[in-house]
């Protein structure tokens, strides 16, 4: 197993990810810190103090962890900035396996953000952690080919993409390492959308960012969800200019328009922007209109719009 240092050169990350992938699920404690943010030093007093995990050791002592482990470190890691003790995270995490942890903890307000995350996951994790963009690009594509579309968006891009983004809250992900892992998801969902194969008469969707919005994941993730129902998708990338929404929905007559806000900025940058849409999806009540994102969510609170449908149930707007 090929142990990933910081000053490693690409070709030798790579090669330790070859390597690694002939070992599915198992770590050295290095790669652990890489993918859960917690210090070496923090690991090892955890397993010495709390028993938090017991990793295995090789015969030269090193030790080695499982997915499990890592997916516990991230369970107490969670558990901890709930408010809890080490040693009580520690037994909530450990105790009655058929349990989730939410449920264990359901005393609190707060939800839990860690969520099990498999192998292809945890590796996507270090290997934005050490901006290697071939990795990533290689596990996404094993990823694809092991779980199928659906599956891979729901278990594997859904979760990196949520733990990228907890990360780099927490800065133990910095602002170049999660744009670059949006990065290489986004360009790798785009070459999938490419490819897919549709009949002339197919119903479209049209996708968009709203103007000054630049998080376009989410919305390719919606399209790809839309491509899978039967439908041909459209998008208009992030940040799109005054007027370009309008136009391309006057000029494809879609069934359904997607509008995707993850953060509040089109719209303080913008007051006037959601009754212009507005008022435009009245004047095309033959095409459904829906807002999404946890940016157009947050902004609506209290808010109602008379044309566009505002939700963040993929179910509704796919149905």
Same mark, same amino acid.
């Given at each position: 197993m090929k142990v990933v240092t910081k000053s490693a050169s690409? /070709?030798?990350? @790579? =090669?330790?990810?070859?390597?690694?992938?002939? %070992? !599915?699920?198992?770590?050295?404690i290095q790669q652990v810190a890489?993918?859960?943010?917690?210090?070496?030093?923090?690991?090892?007093?955890?397993e010495e103090r709390y028993k938090v995990v017991q990793p295995k050791r090789l015969e030269n002592g090193y030790r080695i962890y499982s997915d499990k482990d890592i997916n516990t470190l991230l369970t107490v890691k969670s558990l901890a900035e709930l408010g809890h003790t080490i040693k009580q995270a520690s037994l909530m995490a450990t105790i009655e396996n058929d349990r989730t942890v939410e449920e264990i903890s359901e005393g609190y307000s707060q939800q839990l953000e860690h969520e099990a995350m498999n192998d292809f996951v945890l590796q996507l994790l270090q290997n934005a952690k050490h901006c290697n963009e071939q990795g990533m690009g290689l596990q996404l594509q094993q990823a694809y080919n092991h779980f199928g579309l659906e599956k891979?968006? /729901?278990?594997? @891009? =859904?979760?990196?993409?949520?733990?990228?983004? %907890? !990360?780099?809250?927490k800065k133990?992900?910095?602002?170049?390492?999660?744009?670059?892992?949006?990065?290489?998801?986004?360009?790798?969902?785009?070459g999938i959308r490419r490819n897919f194969q549709f009949q002339e008469q197919t119903p479209i969707v049209v996708g968009a960012c709203l103007p000054n919005e630049q998080h376009e994941v989410p919305?390719?993730?919606?399209?790809?969800?839309?491509?899978?129902?039967?439908?041909?998708?459209?998008?208009?990338?992030?940040?799109?200019?005054?007027?370009?929404?309008?136009?391309?929905?006057?000029k494809l007559k879609p069934k359904k328009v997607l509008?995707?806000?993850?953060?509040?900025?089109?719209?303080?940058?913008?007051?006037?922007?959601?009754?212009?849409?507005?008022?435009f999806a009245g004047e095309n009540k033959a095409i459904e209109f829906y807002l999404g994102g946890a940016g157009s969510i947050e902004f609506m609170k209290g808010r109602i719009l008379s044309n566009i449908h505002v939700t963040n149930e993929i179910?509704?707007?796919l149905q």
């Open positions: 690409n /070709t030798e990350r @790579v =090669v330790g990810y070859m390597n690694k992938d002939l %070992q !599915q699920g198992v770590y050295n890489d993918i859960t943010g917690l210090s070496k030093q923090t690991i090892r007093k955890w891979f968006l /729901t278990a594997v @891009v =859904v979760p990196f993409l949520k733990e990228v983004g %907890q !990360q780099w809250s133990t992900l910095d602002e170049f390492q999660e744009g670059l892992a949006s990065i290489v998801v986004r360009d790798f969902l785009i919305v390719h993730i919606i399209l790809l969800q839309a491509m899978m129902k039967g439908c041909k998708t459209v998008l208009i990338g992030a940040s799109p200019a005054p007027g370009s929404i309008e136009a391309m929905v006057e509008l995707s806000a993850t953060t509040t900025i089109p719209f303080t940058k913008d007051p006037e922007l959601l009754d212009k849409l507005d008022h179910e509704e707007v």
